[in-house]
Nanobody
Framework: QVRLVESGGGLVQAGGSLRLSCAASGRAFSSYGLGWFRRIPGKEREFVAG????????KYADSVKGRFTISRDNAKNTAYLQMNSLKPEDTAVYYC??????????????????WGQGTQVTVSS
């Protein structure tokens, strides 16, 4: 099992940047695929970015491609989401998720086993 805790959210002006962190417990972090999802007000939770257990594969939603970067540091048991050129439509609660023994990047939230509590990102215009 693994426990995930997100941090780094906050209020930022359009065009600015934030870096979200996902700190994980457990000794098998390197075996997990990681994903970032978000829930925009009035919409269902959606996939943002994912990375497989080796870090060799990543995938991004079209809406964030070129602006967001997912990474992981297995020595620190931490995943990151670097968000640049933020837009008001990026305003959402962002969630970190983990899927054990994942060699693929999954885009469906139903595929993930563990979830963090979420962190609020608000982008002002």
């Amino acid at each position: 099992q693994v426990r995930l805790v997100e941090s780094g959210g906050g209020l930022v002006q359009a065009g600015g940047s934030l870096r979200l962190s996902c700190a994980a417990s457990g000794r098998a972090f390197s075996s997990y695929g990681l994903g970032w999802f978000r829930r925009i007000p009035g919409k269902e939770r959606e996939f943002v970015a994912g990375i497989n257990w080796s870090g060799g594969s990543t995938k991004y939603a079209d809406s964030v491609k070129g602006r967001f970067t997912i990474s992981r540091d297995n020595a620190k048991n931490t995943a990151y989401l670097q968000m640049n050129s933020l837009k008001p439509e990026d305003t959402a609660v962002y969630y970190c998720a983990a899927k054990y023994y994942s060699g693929f990047v999954y885009t469906s939230d139903s595929e993930y086993n563990y979830w963090g509590q979420g962190t609020q990102v608000t982008v002002s215009s």
